[in-house]
């Protein structure tokens, strides 16, 4: 749905580490991908036999179409032609990809879809928090997206990230399996940084991260703290608000900044106001050495709460944030997070399940 490289915000980490496991199994990966801001990438090459990409065509007539915008978007007879050069499996990622699944010509190929979320339960959660165009936009695509989802009765395997979802696609369909996010190796180190800091981070653009870093600034921010916001593109709506009140706003961070800060921070704070999929900064945060503060949805559907500190509201938000800045973490509670992060997300163990349904 997406160039998966680099793997800097929640849908691509999630296929970069599938694709490069693949790999590592002794899969011949011939990618295609839609393009439409993030260039064709050099480092692909390492983990693909072969890679494709089309340009994603966002008309205005499309919002029109019977069917999602995300999905009419994403047409291409090119991508059509070469995929009926031969018979090998076709991994959709994301409801996105899946235009052609119950195409006729494709009847009788091994077809998977990977399913990051129910989409239109996230669509309409978009849709609570948005206002004028976008709200009408979000609501409309959530119904288009309810409706479409019946193309998903047209392959063969459903793979769900987390249980919930499982649950819900097992409502129409016989063959779905979990396959939780694809992630880094998890490897957790004592935090060693100069100075104590606090961070927020994640794909700045999308309106459910700007909501939560708004929440942070007017609930949990207190003077002294020092609160990093790192991501792709922020608004500048945003980062003025945050450089008024004295918030280190970092925009666009390389692969390598991001992930410097990300383990040397103490404190993750992490806020959400969508139940849906699996946030993968989560899973980031808890490969750290640093406390994870979260809400309560941030952590719903999923077992990773006793690895967390989640907000009370009888404490109070600053309160907590207080606390765990001047704490470390105990040794004990890192030990746990490895051993639980390490069953639930060896990516390379995890994607055995290709080889269970290929052989």
């Known amino acids: 749905m997406d160039v998966p490289f680099p793997a800097d915000y929640g849908g691509v980490i999630d296929i970069y580490y599938r694709i490069q496991a ?6 011949k990966i011939i990618l295609h991908c839609w393009e439409y801001g993030r260039g064709e990438q050099e480092k692909l090459k390492e983990i693909t036999h072969e890679i494709h990409y089309y340009k994603r065509k966002k008309s205005i007539r499309f919002a ?3 069917l999602p915008f995300i ?33 006729p010509r494709l009847k009788e190929r091994i077809k998977i879809v990977r399913m990051h979320n129910v ?21 409309s ?24 979802d499982k649950q819900h696609f097992e409502t129409f369909h016989s063959n779905v399996k979990l396959l939780p996010a694809s992630v880094p190796p998890i490897s957790i180190v004592p935090v060693n940084a100069e100075e104590k800091y606090c961070l927020f981070h994640g794909n700045l653009s999308v309106q459910e991260n700007d909501s939560a870093v708004r929440w942070i600034l007017k609930n949990a921010f207190y003077d002294g703290l020092k609160l990093i916001i790192t991501g792709k593109n922020p608004s500048t709506e945003l980062s003025q608000l945050a450089n008024k009140k004295g918030v280190q706003v970092v925009p666009n961070p390389s692969q390598d900044k991001m992930q410097q800060l990300i383990s040397e921070a103490h404190v993750h704070l992490l806020v959400t106001e969508q139940a849906t999929g ?5 899973i980031n945060s808890l490969a750290t050495g640093g406390h994870v503060l979260v809400n309560p949805t941030m952590v719903e559907g999923t077992n990773l709460a006793t690895l967390c ?25 890192i030990h746990l997070r490895f051993e639980i992060l390490q069953a639930q997300f060896d990516t390379l163990e995890n994607c055995k399940v290709f080889v269970e349904i290929l052989s």
């Open 141 to 164: 695509e959530a119904k288009k997206l309810k409706s479409y989802e019946s193309i998903l009765t047209h392959a063969n395997w459903i793979f769900a990230i987390q249980e919930l």
């Open 71 to 103: 999905v009419v978007s994403r047409q291409s007879n090119k991508l059509f032609n070469r995929l009926l050069e031969d018979n090998h499996p076709i991994l959709f990622e994301g409801i996105h990809t899946t235009l052609l699944l119950d195409n």
């Open 119 to 139: 989409e239109h339960d996230y669509y309409n959660a978009l849709a609570e928090k948005a206002t004028g165009i976008k709200k009408k936009h979000y609501t």
């Open 309 to 333: 500190t989640v907000f009370s509201n009888e404490i109070g938000y600053q309160t907590q944030l207080k606390a765990l800045m001047a704490k470390p973490v105990e040794v004990g509670q």
């Open 64 to 66: 029109f179409s019977k």
């Open 278 to 282: 699996i946030k993968l900064k989560l």
């Open 22 to 27: 693949l790999h590592e199994l002794g899969y």
